[in-house]
Each structure stands twice: as C-alpha cells, then as structure tokens.
C-alpha cells in the first residue's frame, strides 16, 4: 500500500504550534512533495499530477505537471501551494507521449490535502488499462509548512549557482612568467618599502625554545625540583633552564611515583620495596650494572615483597575508548580495525629514536608529534636527555658519557627507565603514541626497552643516520647555542671540543639497529635523495610515519598563509558560496601581490596555491613570475544546506543545528557537508607536500581550511582550531627549518 507522510495537527508540540502561528503570521506556504515507485512503466506512458490549483493545471490534463526521474526506480515531483490554496485536490496520471492517445487517470476518489495534512486512508496508484490490465504503483506524499525566507533562500542558491564562474578556463595549473605590472607610487595598492612595516605581533610570541625543552616532563618531577623514588630517598637538582608547569604555592608538593602493585620483575630481577631506584642483579646470573626494577620483562604472576597476595598485569580493554584518535575518514576507520583487530599491545605505539648525536633525532621527533596529534591521536615526546638534566644537572662533562664509566652509565639506564616507565603509565591511561627521544646506542639499551614494554605497546626503532658533514656542524654549531647542557659554558670553542669528545665516546660503542621493527633514515635530512630502509612495519599508522619520513626534510623555506580578499558574501556575511571579491578584496589583490613580488623576488622557485573557488583563484590573478596551482582539497569548509545563509538566519531557523555546531565546532558536521574533522583528513596531502617542498609556497584559502594548517605548523591541540584567529588582508609567514618553525605576521589592510 502507498504511505502518506505530513504533519499531525494533532500531536505537535507546544513549539510546533508556535512555529506553525509565526509562519501563518509570514505567509507561510506549503511545499509539497510527491513520489512514485514506478520501474515497471509500460510503452512509452510518463507519470504526470493534475489538481485544483492552477500550478498543478486546475483539472486540465494537458497543463498537468510532469514528474522527473529520481532514480532508476523513483519518479519526483515537488511544488509550492500558495497560502490562499490550502485544501488541495489533485491525482496522479499516466500520459503518453502521443498527444492523440488519451492519458490513463488513477482509480478512486481524488487525494486531498488540507492544511498541509493528507485526508483519508493513504494507497498506491491504481492505473486500469483499456486491456483491463490495472497497474498499481506505490506513492509517498509529504507536505511541509515553509516560510517566505527559506524560498528566498533557495531560490537566491539556484540563482547565484546559475551565474557561470569568473575564472572559468583557467586551467588547475598555470605559469605565468610575464612581469607583475608596476605601480605607481602613491596608488592605494602600492607598498612601504619595508615590509617590516606592517608586521604585526603573532599570537604566541615565545620566540626561540630548545625542542627538547618542549618533551613531556617527567612525572616524578616536583615543583621544588625533587626527585622522589618512592622509599624516602630524595634527590635534588638544577631546573636547567627548563621551565616545569607547576602552581607557585605548591612548593613543596611532591608527585610520587608509587610502587606498582601489578608491575612484574624480569628473569634475574631483585625485587625492592623501593621505586625507581636500581638493584644489582644476583651475581650467579653471570651479569652486570643496575636495572630498574618497575615492570621490566615478560608479564607473569609476581610477589610483592612488601606483600603476601599475587598480582596481575594491568588490564588495557579498559582505556580502549579513550585509545581511539579524535578523527575522522581513513584515520578513524584504520584505529577501529586496529581496536578490533590487532593485539592489545599494539593499540599503543612507542617510536624509539636510535642515532648519534647531532643527527636531527630531536627535531624529527618534534616534527613526527606534531603530525599525528594534528591527525588525531593522542601523541607524546619523551627525552631522555631532560630527564638527565633534571635528574642529574647538566653541566655534565664528556666523561659522564664515557663506556668504561660505570656510574654513568647506571645514571643514564636509570633516567631512560624512568622516562620509559612514564610513557608507558601513559600510554595505559589512554595515550596512544610515544615518541622516546634518546641515543639508544648500544643494542643492551635497546633490550632493556623492549623488555619494558612486552605486552604493553608496540617498538618501532627509528634510527637517523647522517654522513653529511655540513649537516653534522651546523647540528653541533646549534647544539652548543641552544642546549642547556651549555648554557654555563661561555667559550664556544671549549663547549665544541666537550662535545666532540662526547660524540667520540658514544661512536665507539654505536651498534645500528638490526633487531625487531624499525626504520633507518640515512642522509635524508637534507631533502635531496638519501635512502629510508623498514624492516617489519605494517598497519595504517606505521605506514602514514613512513609516509611522512620520507617527505621530511631540514630544507630552511617560508611558507605564506592568507585567506583570499573580502568577498561580497563576506560582506553580507554568508557562509560558504563562490561569490567574486568586493572591492575591498580587489585592492588587496594588489597589494598581496606587490608584497609578494618584494618578499620572494631572489626565489624564483616559489608556487602559488589557491582553491578552486573563484574568490582565492582572483586573489592570485595579479601575481606574476610564479606557477599557480588549484587544489580542491584547500576549498572552504562545506557548509552542505547551510552554504549561503548567515549564522543568524541558521539559529532563526535551523536552532538545533545552531546549538550543536556551538556545543562542539570541531566535530560538527554541517548537514550535508563536512566538520573540522573532515577538513583536516582531507588537508593531509597538502601537508605532506608543504613538508616535501624546498621552495617557499604561498597558500591562497579559506578561514577554516588555514585554520586547520596553521594548527599543524603552530601544533596547536584539535579543540582549538574552530576558534584560531585568521583574520581578513592578513599574511602569516611560517619558516620552516633546522631550528624548528617560526611565525610572522603581515596585515597588509583593514
């Protein structure tokens, strides 16, 4: 039988009947929707609907109006009632393409719609044939109430869609070599002569900071700058110029790390009551030099000896909720098939740096953090080397990194268990990627780490390797300025010479990683070629890390973020759309492109990206001398049946929609379009090819599409991106480099 769907007169709400008041009040009208279950048509007979409104022909079956294919098996019909009409009777028709042969009306009484609710019992179309043949056919009707503004609204969409695009014919990829036009002085497109003049302050204004100041600290840490190991024993140290985000009043407050009742010893292990220290193994194991004794080695039953009960290893099905990524797209549907999938100790991923010093691990490790807390997954740097600075001070010599000295090397095991212990306690809180950023030099380390973390999280060593020797001093050079291991070190010379003589010591005992999963990146800092080696890597993200690594590179290069100039829907304030630039827009055309021919005159081997829309694709048409690219992926954030409306007119008229979008901006998906989520897993790409690039690249797009890239240059968390501030004739200038990326701002306009 055919369904009739409409409103209920009788059991609205209380909001419906005011709704439906107010429209009554704005000459609301009623859009009326009919369709027909029809793959069976015979000869050449096409569904068509009479009525008693003109509109739909009053009676007269050669003005019916026609219904249109919606699918293979649907034909549709949609029309507006006005007010004046809001009893409708009309019937469904078959007409034949001969205008000569007589159309073939539906059997029983005609269909009634009044106040926009069907009347009597809903059923199919019955069609009866002059071969007594009778053809039945399921029908859906459906009308609603709607306002003047939401026509006008749809009509002002299918108006200005019609209009053919200004930039039609321009092809994704041009090059236009020919000279910017020159302008005369005193036009109101012509710039200062220094830039300088128009930057502006950035918001974080932090300046220069050491990467390896930016890793986690380590939870041991304590506002007084005290070590606690759980059995009274208390350490002090230097802060080292780290600053640790502790309350001023909480000073003697102390972060404990306690024993762990389910934590297991390994083979050989002696057991203590205290934590985080280290006990000499039983001489009989045949081995040497301290291990820690927090959870090392394979999970099995282990006695506490402070205790008479067994304890079991720690649950992970617990945190499986909050070990999935904040994503959308491939990155979401990989983790669900890795929850669902994989062994527990892989929903966690430890990536353990292994190289020599000087070789880039620091600065690949804080760029590896960076991309996958923007993809979505909770992601964090842990350094060794804080820790040993905090741990023992670090006005360290070169003999503290000796291999015939024995306390240090205890003291360095003792700061990378520490630091490992942490990241796992993380990890088994919900964290999902730890990025342990140390030498790892000698294959017993490395041992020490996967017996760590059996059955906890998954290793993946990842090894830099560099020959370049400009490469190595410009790391050294930056190594002496920057680290806090010299900060108290006033003559470079003799910080270079402690050093190079560290370096020497820890190149005598180097083992390369040939055990388990890893990757070797060797001589790829520089951009230019190198080779990158895996060895047993699989699944979604492991995959995306290489991906990345091998478009990595140290290349210093700016790339320029700036929306395109005001738009006339930026005027009116409407979302979305692909309206042409006011004037406004116009001028700063002009202006972006005389900054850009002062800013990148030496670099010939710059690109300019736009959308496809045609407002940043205007934007670009005065720049000349640089090839231009469109990318759809850099197209506004669709606004789906929102694209043209204003925020007042969605909350006037969408309030539900209006009222989740303000609840979560990052997740909130337009109806029909896309959520912050969406944009960035699309934006991926043009990351990856901004890190590949050597050449500086200008970047023509959209408040949320800039949003989202400069969430991932600034490493800003996903929950802030909706609310980043890119305003109007405004440049942001990133420098990508060595020592790591650095903001400026342009605002060429009001």
């Not at 802060?239 to 390994?266: F, H, N, R």
Request: aromatic share 8%.
């Amino acid at each position: 039988m055919g369904t009739g769907a409409s409103k209920n007169a009788d059991g609205g709400s209380n909001g419906g009947e005011e709704r439906e008041e107010s429209l009554d009040q704005a000459g609301g009208q009623f859009y009326v929707s009919l369709k027909m279950e029809n793959y069976r048509l015979k000869g050449e007979l096409s569904p068509h609907v009479y009525g008693s409104v003109p509109l739909v022909g009053s009676w007269d079956s050669s003005k019916a109006l026609s219904m249109e294919r919606e699918s293979a098996s649907m034909w549709e019909l949609s029309f507006v009632v006005p007010p004046n009409h809001e009893t409708l009777d009309f019937k469904f028709l078959l007409k034949p393409k001969d205008g000569n042969i007589p159309c073939i009306v539906e059997e029983g009484p005609n269909r009634l719609l009044t106040g926009g609710t069907l009347q009597g019992d809903a059923r199919s179309a019955l069609f009866k044939l002059e071969s007594e043949e009778v053809l039945e056919y399921r029908v859906f009707i459906k009308a609603d109430r709607v306002s003047p503004f939401d026509l006008a609204a749809s009509w002002r969409a299918y108006q200005e869609n019609l209009q053919p695009s200004t930039v039609r014919g321009i092809p994704d990829v041009s090059i236009n070599s020919a000279p910017a036009p020159s302008l005369e002085n005193g036009s109101p497109a012509t710039l200062e002569l220094d830039l300088e003049h128009y930057v502006v302050p950035a918001p974080s204004t932090s300046g220069l900071v050491y990467a390896a100041n930016l890793a986690e600290n380590p939870r041991s840490l304590t506002a007084a700058g005290v070590f606690n190991d759980g059995s009274g024993n208390v350490s002090q140290f230097k802060e080292c110029g780290i600053s640790v985000d502790q309350p001023a009043s909480l000073k003697a407050m102390e972060v404990i790390i306690p024993d762990p009742p389910k934590g297991y010893s390994g083979p050989g292990m002696v057991e203590s009551k205290s934590v985080g220290t280290f006990s000499p193994l039983q001489k009989a194991d045949g081995h040497k030099g301290l291990f820690v004794d927090r959870g090392v080695g394979s999970p099995r039953l282990v006695k506490s000896s402070s205790s008479s009960v067994f304890s079991f290893d720690l649950k992970l099905d617990t945190e499986t909720k909050n070990s999935m990524p904040a994503a959308a797209g491939a990155v979401a549907a990989a983790a669900v098939a890795d929850q669902m999938l994989g062994p527990k100790e892989e929903r966690h991923l430890a990536i353990v740096l292994v190289g020599l010093p000087a070789r880039g691990k620091t600065f690949t490790a804080v760029k590896l953090t960076r991309y996958l807390r923007w993809l979505g997954h909770d992601t964090k740097h842990f350094n060794v080397g804080k820790y040993r600075r905090l741990k023992h001070g670090a006005n360290q010599s070169a003999d503290f990194f000796r291999a015939d000295n024995p306390e240090g090397i205890d003291a360095r095991n003792e700061v990378a268990a520490l630091a490992m212990d942490d990241m796992i306690a993380w990890m088994q809180e919900g964290g999902q990627v730890g990025i342990f950023d140390a030498t790892n030099s000698t294959r017993s380390r490395r041992n020490m780490l996967m017996k760590m973390a059996e059955g906890k999280c998954k290793i993946i060593f990842l090894e830099t390797i560099c020959n370049d020797e400009r490469i190595i001093e410009r790391n050294i050079r930056l190594k002496i300025q920057q680290s806090p291991d010299y900060a108290e070190e006033p003559d470079f010379e003799a910080g270079s010479r402690d050093f190079r003589n560290r370096l020497a010591n820890y190149e005598k005992v180097y083992e390369p990683v040939e055990e388990g999963s890893y990757i070797k990146m060797i001589d790829m800092v520089s951009g230019y070629g190198g080779q990158i080696q895996v060895n047993n890597i699989s699944g979604y993200l492991p995959g995306r890390i290489v991906f990345f690594l091998v478009n990595t590179h140290l290349t210093p290069r700016p790339i320029l973020l700036t929306r395109h100039g005001e738009s006339r829907d930026n005027v009116r304030g409407r979302i979305g759309g692909d309206s042409v630039l006011s004037d406004a827009g116009e001028l700063y055309s002009k202006k972006l492109s005389n900054f850009i021919e002062k800013r990148l005159k030496s670099e010939r081997a710059a690109s300019i990206w736009t959308s496809t829309l045609q407002r940043t694709i205007i934007t670009a048409s005065p720049i000349a001398g640089f090839p231009k690219i469109q990318w759809r992926a850099l197209d506004e954030i669709n606004a789906g049946v929102c694209d043209g409306m204003n925020y007042e007119e969605i909350k006037k008229n969408m309030p539900e929609e209006y009222e989740s979008r303000e609840k979560d901006k990052l997740r909130y998906r337009y109806p029909r379009g896309e959520s912050y989520l969406d944009v960035i897993q699309r934006l991926e790409p043009v990351i990856i090819e901004l890190e590949r690039q050597r050449a500086p690249v200008v970047v023509i797009s959209h408040q949320a599409v800039l949003r989202a890239l400069y969430a991932y240059f600034a490493d800003r968390p996903l929950k802030e991106i909706p609310h980043i501030e890119v305003p109007l004739h405004t440049i942001i200038e990133i420098q990508m480099g060595v020592t790591g990326v650095q903001e400026k701002r342009y605002k060429l306009m009001d």
